[in-house]
C-alpha cells in the first residue's frame, strides 16, 4: 500500500493558495478602486471649495477696494474748487453748508463730513441736518490727528488723497481724506501743512448691502471675529489694528458637485463592484480546479514515481539472478552456437540492467531519497577508471579517443564520487556511442580559491551534433533527439536527466555546445571542498 503525501499540497500551504490569493487581490483591488475614486471625488471638491474661497475673499476685497477708490473720487471732487477754496479760506461756513455739507449728506454719499482749516481752532463739519454753522468735535482729536498726519517728508503731490479705516462711535467706518484747493494748482507757497482738508467718512454698515449684491457673498455681515468656517477680510485701521472683520458664508462648489455626481457614481462603482465580484467568483472556482488537478496530478506522478522506484528495485533483484546464472554457464563446457546464444543473453540482460539502474536513479532522485554522501575523493582516479574503461569501448567501435586530466592529479575534493562518476560516465557514453567517426576528447581542469576548487570536465565528440532548439529538451526525462523505433543508438533518454539532477544537486551544472555535422561538447563544472587526502590513499602512495 502506497502512502503520498503530494508536494504543494493543501496542508503545505502550496498550490491551494493561489485562490485564496486571487479572493484577496479581488476584494485588495476593489477596496482600492473604490478608495481611490472616492478620494479623488472628495479631493476635487475640496479644491473647488478651497479655490471659490480664494476668489471669493478676492471678490470682497476689490468690493472694499472700489468703495474706498469711489471714496477717494468724491473727496476729491468736492475739494478741487475754486469756490470751495476761497470759502474755506475765508471760513465761510453757510456756503460751506450749503454747498457742500448739505450735498454730500443729503444725497446719502456720505455720512460726515469734516474740514480742518489750519490755524481755525477744531476742525468743523456736518452729519445730516446738523445745524449751518456746522459742529466742531465730530471726529476725537486722536482720530482726527491720525487722519490728518502726514508723512514726515509732507510731500503734497504724494499725499494729495488716501483713505483709512477707524472705529468711531464702536463701529467701522472708512475715511477718504483730500487737501482743499483751488482747481488749476496748488497756491504758491502751499506746504502741505498750511493747505486745508477735507474728510468725507462713511459707515461701513451702510455699504453691506451693496457689497452684498456686487460680491455675491453670501450672509455679508461685520464682525468682531469670524466663526469658524466663515470666509472673512480683516479690517485695518490708521494704526495698523485690526479693528473688525468683513465675514461670510464662502460658496461652497465643491459641495454642490458631491451632491451631483453621488448617485451616478455610487451607481457606477456598485457595477464595478458586482462585475469584479462575478469575475472574482469564476476566477476562484477556475484556481480551485486548476489546483485540484495539480494536486491530483502531483498525487499521481509521485505515485507513479515510487511504483517505478519499487518495481525497478524488484526487477533487478530477478535480473542478477539471470546474470548469476549466465556467467556459471559461461564456465561450463558450451559449443559456439550455444556461446553465441549466451552472448546474446549477457547483452541483453546488461542493456535490461543498464535501464532498471537508471529507472531506479531517477525516482530515487524525484521522491528525494538519493541523499549526496560528502566524502573526500580524488576526480583524477575516478576519470583515470572511466577513461580506462570507454577507451576500449572506443576501439571497438574503431573511433579516436583522446584523454587530459593532468590538472587534477593530487587534487582531493569533498564530494559525492558516486555522482560525479556517474554524471561523467553518461556524458562520456554519449559521446562514444554517438560518433560514429573522428573520435572522442576529455579535458578536465580546475581552478581553485582558498579551500574551493572548480572543476570542468569537457567532453568532445566529432558525433551528429545537437540541433540548438534541442540544447534543453535533451536533458528531460526520456527525451531523444532521434526518437523514431528504427534509431540506429540504444538508449534510455534518461542519462542526461539524472545527470543534471546530480550536478545539480551538487552545486554545479552540466552545459551545451553543439554544431549538425559537426560534433558536441558537453561540459561539466562543480565547484566543491579542497579536502584532505584519505587515509588510505596516502599509505598506498
Ligand atoms: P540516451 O540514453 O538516449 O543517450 P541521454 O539522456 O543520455 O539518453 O541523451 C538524450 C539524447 O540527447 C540522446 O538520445 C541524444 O539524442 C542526445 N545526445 C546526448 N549526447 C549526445 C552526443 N554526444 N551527441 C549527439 N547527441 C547526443
Known amino acids: 500500500m502506497l502512502r503520498v503525501t503530494p508536494r504543494g499540497s493543501a496542508e503545505g500551504g502550496g498550490p491551494l493558495s493561489l485562490s485564496r490569493r486571487l479572493v484577496a487581490f479581488h476584494v485588495g483591488g476593489v477596496a482600492l478602486l473604490l478608495l481611490v475614486v472616492l478620494a479623488s471625488v472628495l479631493w476635487v471638491s475640496s479644491e473647488h471649495n478651497k479655490l471659490a474661497r480664494v476668489s471669493s475673499e478676492n471678490l470682497v476685497s476689490a468690493g472694499l477696494t472700489s468703495l474706498r477708490t469711489r471714496a477717494l473720487t468724491l473727496v476729491r471732487d468736492y475739494s478741487i474748487w475754486d469756490e470751495g477754496f476761497d470759502a474755506v479760506v475765508e471760513n465761510d461756513r453757510v456756503w460751506l453748508y450749503e454747498n457742500i455739507g448739505v450735498s454730500v449728506t443729503d444725497i446719502r454719499t456720505f455720512d460726515l463730513v469734516t474740514i480742518d482749516m489750519p490755524g481755525h481752532g477744531p476742525a468743523y463739519g456736518w452729519t445730516e441736518n446738523s445745524p449751518p454753522e456746522g459742529e466742531t468735535g465730530l471726529l476725537p482729536p486722536d482720530m482726527l490727528q491720525a487722519l490728518l498726519a502726514l508723512p514726515d517728508d509732507g510731500d503734497v503731490a504724494t499725499t494729495e488723497t488716501r483713505t483709512r479705516f477707524g472705529m468711531l462711535n464702536g463701529e467701522p467706518w472708512y475715511f477718504a481724506v483730500s487737501y482743499v484747493r483751488p482747481v ?9 501743512k498750511s493747505l486745508p482738508r477735507q474728510i468725507h467718512g462713511q459707515r461701513l454698515s451702510d455699504d453691506l448691502e451693496q457689497l452684498r449684491e456686487n460680491t455675491l457673498a453670501d450672509k455679508l455681515h461685520l464682525t468682531d471675529a469670524p466663526a469658524a468656517g466663515e470666509a472673512s477680510v480683516a479690517l485695518v485701521d490708521l494704526n495698523n489694528q485690526t479693528i473688525g472683520y468683513l465675514a461670510w458664508a464662502p460658496p461652497r462648489p465643491g459641495a454642490s458637485i458631491l451632491r451631483r455626481v453621488a448617485l451616478p457614481l455610487g451607481f457606477a462603482l456598485t457595477i464595478v463592484t458586482l462585475i469584479s465580484a462575478i469575475s472574482s467568483r469564476y476566477a476562484v472556482r477556475s484556481a480551485r480546479r486548476l489546483e485540484q488537478a495539480l494536486v491530483d496530478a502531483t498525487v499521481a506522478d509521485r505515485s507513479k ?218 561540459s561539466l563544472v562543480v565547484e566543491l571542498d579542497v579536502g584532505a587526502i584519505p587515509q588510505r590513499t596516502r599509505d598506498a602512495a
Open 184 to 192: 488749476e494748482k496748488f497756491p504758491s507757497g502751499a506746504s502741505a
Open 305 to 522: 514515481t515510487e511504483f517505478l522506484s519499487n518495481v525497478s528495485h524488484e526487477l533487478r533483484t530477478p535480473m542478477n539472478g539471470i546474470l548469476g546464472v549466465a556467467q556459471l554457464l559461461q564456465t561450463t563446457d558450451l559449443d559456439n552456437e550455444q556461446r553465441e546464444l549466451l552472448g546474446i543473453l549477457f547483452s541483453s540482460a546488461n542493456t535490461q540492467m543498464s535501464l532498471i539502474s537508471d529507472l531506479l536513479d531517477l525516482s530515487r532522485i524525484e521522491i528525494g531519497s538519493r541523499h549526496l554522501i560528502v566524502e573526500p575523493f580524488q576526480p583524477a582516479a575516478v576519470l583515470k577508471d572511466l577513461v580506462d574503461m570507454m577507451r576500449l569501448a572506443a576501439t571497438k567501435r574503431r573511433i579516436g579517443f583522446e584523454a587530459d586530466w593532468r590538472a587534477l592529479d593530487g587534487l582531493t575534493v569533498l564530494g559525492d564520487e558516486r555522482a560525479f562518476r556517474q554524471i561523467v560516465t553518461n556524458l562520456l557514453g554519449n559521446a562514444v556511442k554517438f560518433t560514429d567517426r573522428g573520435g572522442v576528447d576529455l579535458r578536465a581542469t580546475t581552478s581553485r580559491a582558498d579551500t574551493r576548487a572548480e572543476i570542468t570536465v569537457r567532453v568532445e565528440d566529432t558525433g551528429p551534433g545537437i540541433p540548438k532548439a534541442m540544447f534543453d529538451k535533451i536533458f528531460d526525462r526520456f527525451y531523444q533527439v532521434d526518437g523514431s523505433s528504427t534509431r540506429s543508438k540504444e538508449g534510455t533518454g534518461l542519462g542526461l536527466a539524472i545527470s543534471r539532477e546530480l550536478a545539480g544537486m551538487m552545486g554545479g551544472r552540466i552545459t551545451v555546445e553543439s554544431e549538425v555535422g559537426v560534433g558536441s561538447v558537453f
